[in-house]
Every structure is written in C-alpha cells, then in structure tokens.
C-alpha cells in the first residue's frame, strides 16, 4: 500500500534500499503480533480544549462488508465532538443529470442529532479514503493523463463542473450550525503513487478554494496534507512535488485551518513470512518538518492546525487491513492508536500550541474488528475519550 502511495516500486527495495541513508527507519518484522492488553495500560495525555473525533468513510465501510447506517449509529454513540463527512461526487452525481445527495443527508442529520460537529469534505475530485478519486465518469471524457499537472486553463471544464458541485454542497448544507468548516480537496497537490501520477496544480485548487469561499465567506476552510514521517516518505514527496510544493505548502497559503495526516509506520512490501515496513518515530526529517508547522502556526493569528488523520487502523502492504483472528497487525495494533495521539499532545504542548482538533482514522476498521470478536481498538479509542 505505500508503495503505491508514494510512487515507489519494488524494483527500489532489490536495487540497495536497505542500504540507503534512511535504513535506521526501516524495520523487518512478522506483520501480525499476539494481541496482548498494553492498551489497558498505555497512559493518555491531556488534550486541554482540542477536540477529538473520527471521519467516516462509506466506501471503507462498504469494502468491509459492513452496514453503513448501524455503522455510523454506533460510532456517533461515543462521547467525541467532531467527525468528518465526505460529499463522494460520483455517489451524489452517478450520472449526468442526476443530484442525489440523500445519503449524505442522512449522515450529516444522524451526527446533528448525537450532538457532533462536522468538517464536511465537499471534494470536488479528491475526497478522504481510498481510492481518494471520486469524479464521475461522466465528467471526465478522457481519462487524465499520467505524470501531467491538471492546471486550470488545460481543464476549464472540468474545474468548472468541480466549482460548480462544491458550490451545491455548500448551499445545501451551510444553514446548518452543525458544520464547522469545508474541507477542499484531499491532500490537495499530491500524486496518488502508483494509482495515479497526476497531480492537481495549484492554481487549480486555488479556484476550487475561491468558489467554496464565494458560497460561504463565513466558516473556514481546511486543507490537509500527509506528513512525512521518515526519510523515505519526505524523498518521495520533495522529489514528485518540487515543482510546485507539497499539498502542506498549499494549506498553509490557501487554509484556514491546516490538517496533518499521520501515518508513522507502515508496510512497504512483504518479504516472504514477514514485512518490511518504515517507522519514522524518531526520524530526524519528521521533527523537522513538525517544528517548521509549529512555527507557522505559532506565527498565524487566527489559523488553526489539526491532525485530519491521526493512524489508528493498520497501514500493511494490502489495500485493505487485514483481519486476522486473535492478532494485530504491527503497523497499528491497539496501544499504538494511543500513543500515536499520545505523540501530537507531548509534541504540540512542548511548542506551546494547541491543537485544534484529532481525528482518528480507522473507525470502520474497528467495527469491523469488533463483530470478529476483537473490542480492543474500539476500547482504546474509548480510553482515550475518558481519560484524555
């Protein structure tokens, strides 16, 4: 899977990976390990006044064979504030003619009535959750064309019909007290890896962000980006994105509010038995690309900064996480959804700033470990709410 994400492929690992400069951040293990009960005893940091929750994915949850309605009820039973709802455009605009956004209805009114704020994703092309790529078919003629930047002028139409989706999703919805901010886009500028090498310039986003803005000048704005947690992640990213800046550059110009997505271990490949995976815990590239966002949101009078994904389901070398009875996988088992929350708080309290809100990733995956028998990630994230 991050291979794929980062536009990496195998031929990389036999051509001396191992021997790189970032080799300290590589590790080989068994990829699923006994589920034991660390996460009973994992302490929590304090969260002060940042706000805690989750983002909710129908197609994960589809993909999962899992019931999408007695999915969401149960995750908006527990005590966080805030989830995130995405505006899928080829759900709401399966054909041309065709607006149909009764399913989001449903979402955003069943979080309403659990008492949750909302950051509503309205997209238009990118949108949380795999496989991030939501244009209708029938707006798009051709498909786009790899390692190519799909600029504004190249693409009129097609930023038109994005325009003119967000601004619907937006006047539908912005009545509604419940939503606090707009996500535009999702990891606004970077490249899907191997799926897709095409990458939205920024002045296409740009448009995307003045539309939303011209629908609702009031609530802010979010952008996120995925933070490059180790050497390998960060290589990646400077090396496809030099010409115009990653997707954190571009929040922090365009946004109001700055999300981060933090996946700090996560599978490259499988190696017979056992998987090779990068851990960038203590990788030097990631504290310093963390104090360069501490600065900026030190210096940046009424913007926020947020954790938009915080890990909390595994990231293997599969598209989807693996299930496997009595185990955990080793990229996130259960302890690790809280101390990689427990990391954000010691880190974002040492700077002097306060984090404007985390959400975990991985919800669904937790439902779905449950019904297999395994409550121990929902009983972490549970942790967390009561003792943070």
Not at 243 to 254: C, E, F, I, K, W
Request: a neutral charge.
């Amino acid at each position: 899977m991050l291979l794929r994400k980062l536009g990496i492929g195998a031929g990389l690992i036999s051509a001396g990976l191992l021997a790189l400069p970032f080799a300290g951040e590589l590790r080989i293990r068994s990829s699923s390990q006994p589920l034991t009960d660390a996460w009973q005893r994992t302490p929590v940091e304090r969260r002060g006044s940042t706000r805690l929750g989750i983002s909710f994915r129908p197609p994960q949850v589809e993909a999962l064979g899992l019931d999408a309605t007695s999915i969401l009820r149960n995750l908006l039973s527990y005590p966080f504030e805030l989830i995130r709802l995405g505006a899928y455009w080829n759900r709401i605009e399966p054909r041309s003619g065709v607006f149909d956004p009764s399913d989001l209805d449903w979402q955003v009114e069943a979080a309403e009535r659990a008492g949750k704020q909302i950051v509503l994703a309205v997209g238009a092309l990118k949108t949380f959750g795999y496989p991030e790529l939501f244009v209708p078919a029938h707006r798009l003629a051709h498909p786009l064309p790899e390692g190519k930047l799909i600029g504004p002028a190249e693409y009129g139409s097609l930023l038109a019909a994005a325009q003119e989706f967000s601004t619907r999703i937006v006047e539908r919805y912005r009545d509604r007290a419940s939503i606090v901010a707009w996500q535009v886009e999702h990891e606004a500028v970077d490249p899907l890896g191997l799926e897709h090498s095409w990458r939205l310039a920024a002045a296409f986003v740009e448009q995307e962000v003045a539309a939303v803005r011209a629908a609702d000048p009031a609530r802010p704005i979010l952008m996120n980006s995925f933070f490059p947690a180790s050497h390998l992640v960060a290589l990646s990213q400077w090396w496809q994105m030099r010409d115009q800046g990653d997707s954190l550059a571009v929040a922090q110009r365009l946004a109001d509010v700055v999300g981060i997505d933090y996946y700090p271990r996560h599978a490259l490949l499988r190696l017979g038995g056992r998987t090779l995976y990068v851990d960038g815990a203590r990788s030097f590239w990631q504290r310093r690309v963390r104090a360069q966002v501490f600065d900026w949101a030190r210096a940046s009078a009424g913007r926020r900064l947020m954790i938009t994904e915080g890990q909390a389901e595994p990231w293997e070398a599969v598209t989807m996480p693996p299930n496997p009875p009595g185990q955990a996988m080793a990229s996130c088992r259960p302890e690790d959804l809280i101390e990689y929350y427990n990391r954000w708080m010691r880190w974002a309290r040492g700077a002097g700033i306060t984090l404007d809100a985390y959400l975990f990733w991985g919800a669904e995956y937790w439902m779905l470990r449950q019904q297999s028998g395994d409550p121990s990630y929902l009983r972490a994230f549970e942790r967390v709410l009561t003792h943070a």
